[in-house]
């Protein structure tokens, strides 16, 4: 059976391997067009194929007959509404979220509105949401208003009429008891099934969509679970006895129902993958990496089958907790099939004969298939981004170094085709955060221009980051101003040390903390960068104590004192706004009037200190737009800009 997959591949593959070719330049907006499609799922019977396309900017759900792939609708919203995520709930109806855009958010807004649509169009309704329906002129009881943000909890496939959704109240407080209900997928009525026994749970329906598990954690560490019986009751505390887990998430029951899946820590290491039991209150470890956490824990939405774990030190590579499980044999002959790709299997039918095949990778933006087991065949349906070919995309690899502490730092460099590596431009990308997100190897439209403009970039996973256990995370406690930097700067000299780079035509860039640092990393080394460029940052560290709406919320303020510390000197030492009489370099500031995350109040410290100092700077202000890049003619603007500043600054 490999073997005729691996055949009917042949041609995708030779069509798609590089060839060594002039380096082509491609136009701004190839790359700041966004992806085409997304979201790409089958229906439990495998009957439709739904998919998320974009083809006036705004998200519209387009569904599919499977084999003909006739149109059989089209879900779209009007003014600045699109669709959101999305569930099939029944053989025949999906449940929609509806979303809002505004500017350069980060994300669309969404405020819990849920809608319901057969797939040939018929029956849609406003089933969940604030708004609700109006009362007035019917004995029909309708669907009320539900004042808080709703989403799928379990979209009970198996249950011609009804789904769960978990709410977060809007109850004035910022972290509320969550609330679970079943909800009629027809009419909106629901009823409630169950409050969360302390706030912001998150809960995981067993194999039958019986609530039986919930988590949550008061300060972000010590968890605590509470675990309830199929038919309901009370909530119960889970004592686990000396057993002392951190970061835990609760994944999928297993077939039995008396085991759970989870991902925790212990001591602050990397997560590990466990099966909890319910009855002996025991864990046994499945799988663990020694540096890095799971990237993902993938349970399949119809079977609950637990058949993978992606994990990404430096290439991404999968475990399986059952290696001859059928998705775990059909995702490994696929990721030999498609080598060179992380393949991941997106979607399922009821029956798990069809699967939607996702395959991506460093210059592969993504490209969607449609998996048959019966004729295992592998049919094509379409790239993620058609303007972008992976041949005319540079290679990423994983690079590591060890820091001016002793410390491994992981991260990875972006090398520009048909040019000798060695006496590159680089530009320094640091990734925002810097607590919880990180870098990943894959494929960036941001890295991708520079290289195609022959620039190197560099991505570093600094302490603090994400993904490599609470220890390293915590690493970068109170350190953003020096340690976090020195990680950043140990990386560039390492590739200058290597030759790749050349030391006098660098330049540093982030957004939201990747702009703090840009601009820290330059004051902290003057003479290493060309010049600077801070998108939506944050550049005054006692300011952020007093605006925005981080410092809005209690838990907010909490988080703040933990990560920053609270001495006002140290504070001022680690701010950009109060040291520019250290930094030499040129600064380009790109920065949003509304954006919430890193107010304008930001942008405004900084530029008085630049002002007083006489440094040069350029400054965009885009007064109605928040954080983030989202609408693609601000990405356009933004890149075109970027490009003309690097220009002036790096011989290219």
Known sequence: MRKNLIMCLFFLFITSTYTASAQTILPVESFSKSAD?????????????????????????????????????????????????????SDERVVLGKEYLKGWQDHPQYHGELFGVNADGSRG?????????????????????????????????????????VTYPWNGGGEPHTVVYDVDIFSGKRRKI?????????????????????????????????????????????DLGALNYSDVRLHAFDESGDNIYVTASLEGEPKGLYKLSLKTKSAILLHKEKNVSPKKVWIDEISKELFAIETELGYPTYAFVDGQSDKSMRLKSLLHSLEGNQVQLVSSTRNGDTSIIFASSDRNPGQYYLYDAGENSLRFLFPTRSLLKPEQMAVTKPISYTSRDGLTIYGYITLPNNIKHENLPLVVM??????????????????????????????????????????????????????????IIDGVKHLVEQGTVDKNNMCIMGASFGGYSALQSAILEPEMFQCVIGVVGVYDLPL??????????????????????????????????????????????????????????????????????????????LEDEGHGFYKQEHRTRYYQQVLAFLNQNLKL
């Open 544 to 621: 952020m104590f007093k605006e925005g709406d981080i410092a809005g919320r209690d838990s907010g303020q909490r988080y703040l004192r933990k990560v920053l510390g609270t001495d006002e000197a140290q504070l001022k030492a680690f701010s950009p706004s109060y040291n520019i009489g250290k930094l030499k370099a040129p600064v380009l500031i790109v920065h949003g009037g509304e954006d919430q995350r890193a107010p304008i109040e930001q942008a405004e410290s900084l530029i008085a200190a630049l002002k007083k100092a006489k440094h040069p700077y350029i400054y965009e202000l």
């Open 430 to 487: 640091p990734h925002g955060g810097p607590h919880g997100p990180r870098d990943w190897w894959a494929f960036d439209p941001d890295a991708q221009l520079l290289a195609n403009r022959g620039i190197a970039v560099l991505k570093v996973n600094f302490r603090g980051s994400g993904g490599f256990g609470r220890n390293f995370e915590h690493a970068g406690h109170q350190k953003w101003g020096a340690e976090i930097q020195f990680d």
């Open 125 to 165: 309704k406003y089933l969940v949401g604030y708004q609700g329906e109006m009362q007035t002129g019917s004995r029909i009881k309708k669907a009320t208003p539900l004042k808080g943000t709703s989403y799928v909890l379990d979209p009970l496939v198996n249950d011609d009429r009804k789904m769960l959704i």
């Open 37 to 89: 499609y997304g979201q790409v799922k089958l229906s439990p019977t495998g009957k439709y194929l739904s998919v998320i396309t974009k083809p006036e900017g705004k998200s519209v759900l387009v569904i599919l007959d499977a084999k003909t792939f006739k149109i059989q609708h089209a879900v779209k919203f009007k003014s600045n509404a699109q669709v959101g995520s999305y569930s099939w709930v």
């Open 194 to 238: 169950t409050t969360s026994p302390s706030r912001m749970a998150q809960f995981i329906t067993d194999h039958e969509g019986n609530v039986r598990a919930a988590v949550s954690s008061d300060d972000y560490i010590k968890p605590t679970i509470y675990t309830r019986e199929k038919s309901g009751g009370d909530w119960q505390l889970l």
